[in-house]
């Protein structure tokens, strides 16, 4: 075969991988502009209105957003989830870290114990926060009180809960970069006479850091995100009466305060509601991508 012909064929081939690819990449496509970007805009415009039905929305500005940000609870519900993602963030990643480095030391039964610390993740968030509230209580029950009545208590007893489900989803992470790390590297560590502790700090972490920003991104998403177990464990109780009359959760986070203004009495607060779910997502998505950035650049190239 000449080589022309050989190219028109290759060229012809080439033309119906790209039908092939188009055809099973549409439907794909389409369902994420359905299911996604037309729904994301569609939010934008309407933190912009006031409705009570999608179908009446009014354009009324930024006054939503002004509201939103005067809202004592959106406020108080903002440091109190800034605060929880911060603590499980620190908390689950040390951790689930420690655990992974001493699954990988060949220990005995470390398959099995990687299952156990798996499994949690493996329940739903509104199915493990009733399973930690009939625990909590049962515990509490003896000093006569409820995580519901305390906000100290519901404060760790939502850290307690998310560490318990994310530390062996974020152990199998780090699992898989120690396992990474080049022997030779460890190998030369310890003919140089390094210490254990020398040779985790200046060789294992360093070459770790690509799970690191990736278990850091997930716990810190993971943390401003909480909702369903944030619903199931206190539902934002107890509560504060201030001097206005008004009421605040303490230990709503902002997923909760976003959801219960939305779905409250008063219907008219349905786009102040809205406005704090763009504030949501642009808060999320701004820590997330500083995060990712901030990490990386410590990241070491094998």
Known sequence: MSASKKISASNSRLRSLQRWGLLFLGPVVAAFIIGFVWPFIQGIYLSFCSFKLTSNAKFIGVANYLSAFADDSFRYSFGYT???????LVLINVIAFAVAYALTQGIKGSNLYRTVFFMPNLIGGIVLGYIWSMIFDGILSAYSTSILLDTTLGFWGLIILMCWQQIGYMMIIYIAGLQAVPEDMLEAARIDGATRWQTLTKVTIPNVMPSITICMFLSLTNGFKLFDQNLALTGGLPYIIQSDGSTVNTTEMLALNIYNTFYNSNTSMRG??????????????????????Y????????
């Not at 800034?82 to 499980?88: D, M, R, W, Y």
């Not at 102040?272 to 950035?293: C, D, N, R, S, W």
């Open 82 to 88: 800034a605060l929880t993602a911060i603590v499980s």
């Open 295 to 302: 990490t990386r650049k410590r990241e070491v190239q094998q």
């Open 272 to 293: 102040v509601a809205q406005a704090k779910a763009v504030i949501f997502f642009i808060l999320v998505a701004g820590l997330g991508l500083f995060q990712l950035a």
